[in-house]
């Protein structure tokens, strides 16, 4: 499957941004779908999962304030980020069947 991950820009504190990832096929077929991000450093690290049954699963950082849901007529799975720390910052990526899209550049500042 490929991947194309969209919506990311420059915001500030404590606002929201929404991130779309959209798939090269139907994601009802696709059992976990992911979002990971990465900051400058060598370390990507998983933000939110949500299955084909619509069991979600985050990360303790953004509890709260990050929701994934599914489109499926659209083939897309959309993170909504609410709540927007600095350490936000990253490069949000979007992860299905151990295929990468390219990411989106997140920038959390005032």
């Known amino acids: 499957v490929q991947l194309q991950a969209s919506g990311g820009g420059l915001v500030q504190p404590g606002g929201s941004l929404r991130l779309s990832c959209a798939a090269s096929?139907?994601?009802?077929?696709?059992?976990?779908m992911s979002w990971f991000r990465q900051a400058p450093g060598p370390q990507r690290e998983m933000v939110a999962i949500i299955s084909n049954t619509n069991y979600t699963h985050y990360a303790d950082f953004v509890k709260g304030r990050f929701f994934i849901s599914r489109d499926i007529a659209k083939n897309m799975v959309n993170l909504q980020m609410n709540s927007l720390k600095t350490e936000d910052t990253a490069v949000y990526y979007c992860?299905?069947?151990?295929?990468w899209g390219r990411g989106t550049l997140v920038t959390v500042s005032s």
């Open positions: 096929e139907s994601i009802s077929s696709i059992n976990i």
């Open positions: 992860n299905a069947r151990q295929s």
